[in-house]
């Protein structure tokens, strides 16, 4: 049975989750206490899978407890929950938990988030991932960039032109923004000339992921491989993101999955960065191999290191703090039946984009990929194929 505990000083707040959860309890066993020093209490006793905390507490903070929690029990899933969300909080959010829940919560919200936890936590710290992740030495860091702008806008005052300012003090990255802003795959029929207009035409959420991406990629050390590794699987990527969110455009107006599909659709292989910069020969064999034998890369991955650059890639991304949804989506990418969700979602787009974008004129590094048609099916995707097909053409013509 799994284990969850919750901590809040709100002891109405302990008695309404209490409530919601109630038809749970066959499933999961929990456990509410009011205060930190009683949850690390409960923890050191028994094993927990889940703990969730309310930020806010007298004696020690939610954030401490969690900062502990990561330290003393990396297996758990650390979940915040807040009402009032503060820079601190954000911020420290961002860097200790594997997802935030705000309150009042709805009853639908809570089950799910709490059950995608479990679904990762199984995939993300199951022993292979902690054994390889913590031999790896060079795991890209969060932009300081990235944070400032979380920071901003969890301020009172945050606006689009503040948000344009801190990027412009960052001369490469503005530089490298607005070149990709303004080609041709965004179809912006006017030229953008600072950041500021590229979050007002692009939209926060895109942008983001746009400065993940970028840095990654512009600070990737990898020695041994050719600026060719590196070039395709940017093109790739970027691809990849675009069609995702073309994707999710034609199927959805649900804007969160939307910027969802695109953000995941550009960091879905940063896990082959992590293992070509710290594994440069092992790696670059293995991409030689799936290229001339046609075989997957993340096959062969599997038999070299026992963990993928899904695996990889999704655990960097939720060490980041990025929405379960997209640490969801990398994980699953060449796999979406192994996750419990059965919806069109940014998942399913990524998918389905990932293909086509390894396809044709598209680098996608001459590695085959496969489609996973059963699942396809569960989420109604099949009969689009021709479609998607078209549409990837689309977006491929468009970037020549
Ligand atoms: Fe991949
Ligand atoms: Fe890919």
Redesign the pocket.
Known sequence: MKRILFVDDEVNMLRSLQRMLRDMRREWEMVFVESGEAALRELAGSPFDVVVADVRMPGMTGLELLRRVRGEYPAVVRIILSGHFDQDAALGAVRLAHQSLYKPCQQDELKATIRRAFVLQHVLVGDEVKIVAAEIDRLPSLPALYNQIIQQLSSPDASMKKIGDIISMDIAMTAKMLQIVNSAYFGLRRQIATPAEAVVYMGLEQIKALVLSLHIFSHAQLDGFSDAFLNDLWE??FA?GVLAREVAQARSTDRVLIDGAFTAGVL??VGKIVFASNYPQAYSDIVRTAKDDRRCLHEIERDHFRVTHTEIGAYLLSIWGLPEKIVEAVLF?HHPSRCADDHFSALAAVHVA?HF??KGSFA?QGIP?TLDLEYLDRVGLTADLRELERLAARVRATAR
Do not use: A, K, R
Request: proline fraction near 0%; aromatic fraction near 0%; glycine fraction near 10%.
């Open positions: 790739h990527s990849t879905h292989d990418h990932n974008s390894s996608g990929t």
